[in-house]
T-cell receptor, first 113, second 111 residues
Framework: DSGVTQTPKHLITATGQRVTLRCSPR?????VYWYQQSLDQGLQFLIQ???????AKGNILERFSAQQFPDLHSELNLSSLELGDSALYFC????????????FGPGTRLTVT | SQQGEEDPQALSIQEGENATMNCSYK?????LQWYRQNSGRGLVHLIL?????REKHSGRLRVTLDTSKKSSSLLITASRAADTASYFC???????????FGGGTRLMVKP
């Protein structure tokens, strides 16, 4: 158990819908990262937050957005969902803003039908 | 596109044998890390090697890094059935904050 929690575990929704994925980092970790894992794209970095502020952005679509709240939990919002958005979404956390040793949550499996 | 490519994509060995996985990357890096992922689950950090290091050990794991060839290898000695998983290399580079993952090697260790 990494100490990072993600909810929900599974999510099934229809195209065009909007969903919110939630992540709670390990106690004491200030930085949260979101990754997407799909069969065709592999594991891709989406976005990083550090102590409430956006720190780095990767291959995140404009339809996706994220935020980190004062209690350090983070939410990833996915809107206007397409079939191709079906994937595993992982959240990871680290003590500070560097990428050294990230702790991954169990992931949310999103299925868009 | 992914920073790293891993080789082989899949590896099947008997318990007790050694498993070697290779990773190549494209740009200069700050460090290279290896992660393990059990089927459909989260990733677990295994080991980190900095760009100025050539070799590192952790238990049954040995990692080498050749920055001139932009490649790394992960050796798992005396493998066990519980080592069955996918193994990913990940690099951090100029931006420093994000991990860029390779495609992974699926390792199966038969009892």
């Amino acid at each position: 158990d990494s100490g990072v929690t993600q909810t929900p575990k599974h999510l099934i929704t229809a195209t065009g819908q909007r969903v919110t994925l939630r992540c709670s980092p390990r106690s004491g970790d200030l930085s949260v990262y979101w990754y997407q894992q799909s069969l065709d794209q592999g594991l891709q970095f989406l976005i990083q937050y550090y102590n409430g502020e956006e720190r780095a952005k990767g291959n995140i679509l404009e339809r996706f957005s994220a935020q980190q709240f004062p209690d350090l939990h983070s939410e990833l919002n996915l809107s206007s969902l397409e079939l191709g958005d079906s994937a595993l979404y992982f959240c990871a956390s680290s003590v500070d803003g560097t990428a050294y040793e990230q702790y991954f949550g169990p992931g949310t499996r999103l299925t868009v039908t | 596109s992914q920073q790293g490519e891993e080789d082989p994509q899949a590896l099947s060995i008997q318990e007790g044998e050694n498993a070697t996985m290779n990773c190549s990357y494209k740009t200069s890096i700050n460090n290279l890390q290896w992660y393990r992922q059990n089927s459909g689950r989260g990733l677990v950090h295994l080991i980190l090697i900095r760009s100025n290091e050539r070799e590192k050990h952790s238990g049954r794991l040995r990692v080498t890094l050749d920055t001139s060839k932009k490649s790394s290898s992960l050796l798992i000695t005396a493998s066990r059935a519980a080592d069955t998983a996918s193994y990913f290399c990940a690099t951090t580079w100029n931006a420093g904050n994000m991990l860029t993952f390779g495609g992974g090697t699926r390792l199966m260790v038969k009892p």
